[in-house]
């Protein structure tokens, strides 16, 4: 039972244009949503997060929007860089749940060609 | 402030020997957890700690245990391993345990083979 999905495993994108990248949940309890990015023989680095009270949140080229009605979020990055190719995953907290657990869903392999 | 570290980098076992993950913070992090990474299935949680002494079941607890005796350290142990346990294994932890502007900090991963 995946609570969070990342459908896409691989996206390519040009340089300069936008990547976008989804994400879907199942559990109605998740209020907080986060963003890791992960290179090869790395662990994951924090990106980007925004909780359920808001409906976008942005850094610098890094957007993240929240559909919560879909229970959908998506990265936006704008313009897409080189070095932004990587693994792309999402997370999800319950927070008023008490079980201090993120879940994250299977990643998205991102290219980004120059 | 060396973040998370992880203790082997790399290890290659024979079915059924055993060994143990350390994994250390300096953050003074209540919360660790322990995630395995596998291809197509992202990261999913073996066990976690919410503080010293303390140890809960993640997604994927079999096979594996878990001691929190430092609240700085975090040990992974797999007592008879398999091929099915071959995997990266990554350390996180973080301050407040998923509450509203929390994040984890990974450590930089164990490639464990079982052969």
């Known amino acids: 039972d995946q609570q969070v999905k990342q459908n896409s495993p691989s996206l390519s994108v040009q340089e300069g244009r936008i990547s976008i990248l989804n994400c879907d949940y199942t559990n109605s309890m998740f209020d907080y949503f986060l963003w890791y990015k992960k290179y090869p023989a790395e662990g994951p680095t924090f990106l980007i997060s925004?909780?359920?009270?808001?409906d976008k949140n942005e850094d610098g080229r890094f957007t993240v929007f929240l559909n919560k009605s879909a229970k959908h979020l998506s990265l936006h990055i704008v313009p897409s860089q080189p070095g932004d190719s990587a693994v792309y995953f999402c997370?999800?907290?319950?927070?008023?749940?008490?079980?201090?657990?993120?879940?994250f869903g299977t990643g998205t392999r991102l290219k980004v060609l120059a | 402030n060396a973040g998370v570290t992880q203790t082997p980098k790399f290890r290659v076992l024979k079915t059924g020997q055993s060994m143990t993950l350390l994994c250390a913070q300096d953050m003074n992090h209540e919360y660790m957890y322990w995630y395995r990474q596998d291809p197509g299935m992202g990261l999913r949680l073996i066990h976690y700690?919410?503080?010293?002494?303390?140890?809960a079941k993640g997604e994927v607890p079999d096979g594996y245990n878990v001691s929190r005796l430092k609240k700085q350290n975090f040990l992974l142990g797999l007592e008879s391993a398999a091929p099915s346990q071959t995997s990266v294994y990554f350390c996180?932890?973080?301050?407040?345990?998923?509450?509203?502007?929390?994040?984890?900090?990974f450590g930089p991963g164990t490639r464990l083979t079982v052969l």
């Open positions: 700690s919410v503080g010293e002494g303390t140890t």
């Open positions: 996180a932890s973080t301050n407040t345990g998923g509450w509203l502007g929390d994040t984890q900090y």
């Open positions: 925004i909780s359920s009270i808001k």
């Open positions: 997370a999800a907290s319950a927070t008023t749940s008490g079980t201090y657990k993120y879940i």
